[in-house]
């Protein structure tokens, strides 16, 4: 039989201690990372509400003119809607008043499709107007040139407009008498 103290040879420092590794392998121990003598600072939050605004950099104090005309055209805009929108739920009162100023002979007769297409009118006005708002506030938020959005919102908007009103009014007999009187 053989020794029971005898153990087997060991192989490749499997029973070396870690300082018999570490003299072996010569290289040294990774050094642990300096913890450092005080705890990181936390920003201090502002006082008071106008300080929470997004600091003012170069870019975006050289936007400000834009955005005061991109606001100013969008409250115009809004105006705009307000009146617009009820004249166009009244759409034979509102083209009557247009008749008397052009000089029309005869009050609007097709009043049927007036309403119907004075209420998508003023649902496309609110709709254009909804949509140049998102389209201009997106525009500021991302510090862009925003101006024109809502001047091409309105001329985009009021040529779906036209079209709309030009429906009922290319069948209404007083407008066509107008305009075949004054063609020639």
């Known amino acids: 039989m053989s020794d029971p103290d005898a153990r087997p040879r060991p192989q490749y420092g499997e029973y070396a201690s870690e300082s018999e590794q570490r003299a072996h392998i010569r290289e040294p121990l990774a050094e642990p990372a300096p913890t450092p003598l005080h705890p990181p600072v936390a920003p201090v939050p502002p006082v008071s509400s106008y300080e929470m605004a997004a600091p003012v950099g170069p870019a975006r104090a050289a936007r400000q003119p834009d955005r005061i005309v991109t606001i100013v055209l969008l409250a115009i805009g809004a105006l705009n809607v307000v009146t617009s929108f009820f004249s166009f739920l009244d759409f034979a009162t509102m083209v009557d008043r247009s008749y008397a100023m052009m000089g029309v002979d005869g009050s609007f007769s097709n009043v049927a499709a007036g309403k119907t297409w004075g209420l998508i009118s003023a649902l496309v006005l609110v709709a254009g107007?909804?949509?140049?708002?998102?389209?201009?506030?997106?525009?500021?938020?991302?510090?862009?040139?925003?101006?024109?959005?809502?001047?091409?919102?309105?001329?985009?908007?009021?040529?779906?407009?036209?079209?709309?009103?030009?429906?009922?009014?290319?069948?209404?007999?007083?407008f066509i008498e107008y305009v075949t009187s004054n063609s020639s």
């Open 129 to 174: 107007y909804v949509v140049t708002v998102v389209i201009a506030r997106a525009r500021m938020k991302a510090n862009k040139l925003a101006w024109f959005i809502p001047i091409g919102g309105a001329v985009v908007t009021y040529v779906v407009l036209m079209a709309c009103i030009s429906v009922p009014l290319m069948s209404d007999p007083a």
